[in-house]
């Protein structure tokens, strides 16, 4: 079974140290996390809930819990909460690194702009929903997913092999990997001339056995929903959880105004 879903409730405060401009479109912020994260090393792609601070109160207001310890989310918290990948986390100094890519204005692009030494945001969970396992990986994304990409074939596990197609505005989005034979890396430049080049390059691709692949991504929701298609109607014989194709975002839609998976 390639889902196997987790979730880690955290409600920490991050504390901004350090901001960097990696291009024009990725924001890199590094933060002091108060709580150690426990971070399963099989998450494929793993995300943060992080929650940023109501505009008037200026306050971080963490979800609570029910009598059933089911974690409670008010429509305030729904609304300043935003799904973001861990970029990098070092156990050790607890500090953890996320990439804030600026595909479309909203409250946490917004904040990532103006970003300072000492600022802080909450962290109320984490998790993956697919692990490493011994199917052969297809990792495939817009900008949105660039750091989730990146943080799994920087923590593959020995002998995993995969592919990944990656598409970004600009050649300066193109992120520095390490070298690794067992993996194959497509980055694309988006063309308005060829709008479905990341969807025609995964399926153009010459994969290995059908029944042992496991397809990972996230995207643009139309995008996702046309790849998930395309992906299926080539690949027919694969289980429905080896296809793990995640809207990341929609145009026009603030995060909890769609669904992720459909």
């Not at 880690?8 to 024009?24: F, Q, Y």
């Not at 799994?152 to 600009?170: G, R």
């Not at 694309?188 to 042992?212: C, G, K, R, W």
Request: a negative charge.
């Amino acid at each position: 079974m390639a889902e196997k879903s987790s979730r880690v409730i955290v409600n920490g405060l991050l504390t901004v140290i350090k901001v960097e401009h990696l291009s024009s479109n990725f924001i890199r912020i590094y933060f002091s996390c108060d709580k150690s994260l426990q971070i399963n090393p099989l998450w494929v792609g793993p995300h943060l809930k992080l929650i940023f601070a109501d505009p008037i109160t200026k306050a971080i207001t963490f979800p609570g819990f029910d009598e059933k310890g089911k974690l409670l989310l008010t429509e305030n918290v729904r609304k300043l909460a935003r799904t973001y990948s861990i970029r990098k986390y070092d156990e050790v100094t607890n500090q953890l690194v996320i990439d804030f890519a600026i595909h479309a204005k909203g409250i946490a692009i917004l904040w990532a702009q103006s970003a300072k030494e000492s600022d802080q945001i909450g962290l109320f969970g984490m998790g993956s929903k697919t692990v490493f396992e011994n199917s052969y990986l297809v990792l495939i994304g817009d900008i949105a997913a660039v750091p989730a990409i990146c943080y799994s074939l920087e923590n593959l596990p020995d002998n995993q092999k995969a592919s990944a197609f990656i598409e970004v505005k600009h050649q300066s989005d193109v992120m520095p990997l390490p070298n690794n034979d067992n993996v194959e890396i497509n980055w694309l430049i988006a063309n308005s001339l060829q709008p479905n080049q990341l969807i025609d390059s995964v399926i153009a691709a010459n994969l290995p056995t059908h029944d042992d692949l496991l397809f990972w991504g996230g995207m643009e929701s139309s995008l996702a929903q046309q790849l998930r298609h395309a992906i299926k109607d080539k690949y027919s014989d694969l289980n429905a959880d080896a296809v793990q194709i995640i809207s990341y975002w929609r145009e026009g839609f603030a995060e909890g105004e769609f669904r992720h998976r459909e």
